[in-house]
Nanobody, 127 residues
Framework: LVPLVESGGGSVQAGGSLRLSCDAS????????MGWFRQAPGKEREGVAV???????KYTQAVKGRFTISKDTAKSTLYLQMNSLKTEDTAMYYC?????????????????????WGKGTLVTVSP
């Protein structure tokens, strides 16, 4: 197995866009739930978005209408398109996978106990 690996982070001005990617080659086919989480310095972890095996997506209120989670099964890649970025979006972003999720478990929960986590990619939004 290879670990989840995020990429696409960087620095952007408020109002700009970024697209995060997560290589999930070892986990996507078997995962019932995958998601993106973030944590700012000195702050608690926050659930951003999740997508289940059926393609159903859910988002935290703070990013609704601005962020889109998606996956490309053929490429085993999870994405997070982030538009209209705000300074409050500055954080380390992590992708994660839950292989044993039961029906109804795939929800946007800050302390979701995923089975696997990536090392993160940093997003910095300046005023």
């Amino acid at each position: 197995l290879v670990p989840l690996v995020e990429s696409g982070g960087g620095s952007v001005q408020a109002g700009g866009s970024l697209r995060l990617s997560c290589d999930a080659s070892s986990y996507m086919r078997s995962s019932n739930c995958m998601g993106w989480f973030r944590q700012a310095p000195g702050k608690e972890r926050e659930g951003v978005a999740v997508i289940d095996s059926q393609g159903t997506t859910k988002y935290t209120q703070a990013v609704k209408g601005r962020f889109t989670i998606s996956k490309d099964t053929a490429k085993s890649t999870l994405y997070l398109q982030m538009n209209s970025l705000k300074t409050e979006d500055t954080a380390m972003y992590y992708c994660a996978a839950d292989e044993a999720a039961w029906a109804g478990k795939c929800e946007v929960v800050d302390n979701y106990q995923m089975d696997y986590w990536g090392k993160g990619t940093l997003v910095t939004v300046s005023p």
